[in-house]
């Protein structure tokens, strides 16, 4: 992700982020606040769905970025 959005960009967005678990074709993944969700969501959810289909070699449609704040 880096190469993609360079490294000032990959610094204040993914900064902590965890990609927590995939449930079916869905990855659930949790940003440091609502912003920084909201953000990764519209701008990088098809990058992130390409590189980890790729990675955990099946098919990942949907990245849900969540702030941390909703887990319990």
Request: proline share 1%; aromatic share 8%.
């Amino acid at each position: 992700m880096a190469l993609i959005v360079g490294a000032r960009t990959f610094d204040r967005l993914f900064a902590g982020v965890r990609f927590d678990e995939i449930d079916g074709d869905i990855l659930f993944v949790y940003a440091k606040d609502e912003g920084t969700a909201a953000q990764i969501e519209d701008e990088f959810a098809l990058h992130i769905s390409i590189i980890a289909s790729k990675i955990l070699e099946r098919k990942v449609n949907i990245v849900m970025v969540l702030p941390r704040q909703l887990v319990s």
